[in-house]
């Protein structure tokens, strides 16, 4: 329940910004949260990923298409992207042979707790490195690589910590 609304919330951010298309943002996050509701009570996760994916697509697309230089909200909408796709894997039953121990639950929310924060802030370095000019100092460009680097690693870790469910 609280995926849905984190998602429909961020479909509401997408569509909300004036512009020339901004039915065409509200019905592709619409639909994007709809699918992410269609996985969740069939138990399909791919839907949960086709969902999310296009949730994340129409937000690109509508920053591409406004022509919007940097939205300074980047960081908050990745958060609460992964926030809202992590919880919707969550909510899914566990498969049948599988057993839930209370500690683990408690543990996976914990981590994932985590990883938005720790995401929300690569997110909000990345952006602070690219309002900065790259020749301000090499130290500034080192942060601003660092967060990229740290991002990527953190989408792998995200990516290997998938394949064990």
Do not use: C, N
């Not at 138990?43 to 022509?67: F, H, K, N, Q």
């Not at 690589?145 to 290997?160: G, P, Y």
Request: no cysteine; net charge positive; charged share 10%.
């Amino acid at each position: 329940m609280l995926a849905v609304a984190i998602q429909a919330g961020l479909a509401a951010w997408i569509a909300l910004p004036d512009g020339k298309l901004r039915l065409l943002w509200a019905v592709a996050g619409g639909v994007a949260v709809a699918i992410t509701i269609g996985g969740g009570l069939f138990e399909r996760s791919r839907l949960i990923v086709w969902g999310v994916t296009l949730l994340g697509a129409a937000y690109l697309a509508r920053l591409l298409v406004d022509a919007a230089p940097l939205d300074p909200g980047a960081a908050v909408f990745g958060a609460g992207l992964l926030l809202g796709s992590e919880l919707a894997h969550q909510s899914r039953p566990p498969g049948r042979s599988s057993v839930v121990q209370p500690g683990l639950i408690v543990e996976r929310q914990v981590a994932l707790i985590a990883v938005v924060l720790s995401g929300l802030a690569v997110g909000s370095l990345a952006l602070l490195a690219a309002t900065l000019a790259v020749s301000a100092s090499a130290a500034i460009t080192a942060v601003g690589a660092a967060a990229a680097a740290s991002t990527v690693w953190l989408l792998a870790w995200l990516a290997r910590a998938s394949e064990d469910r």
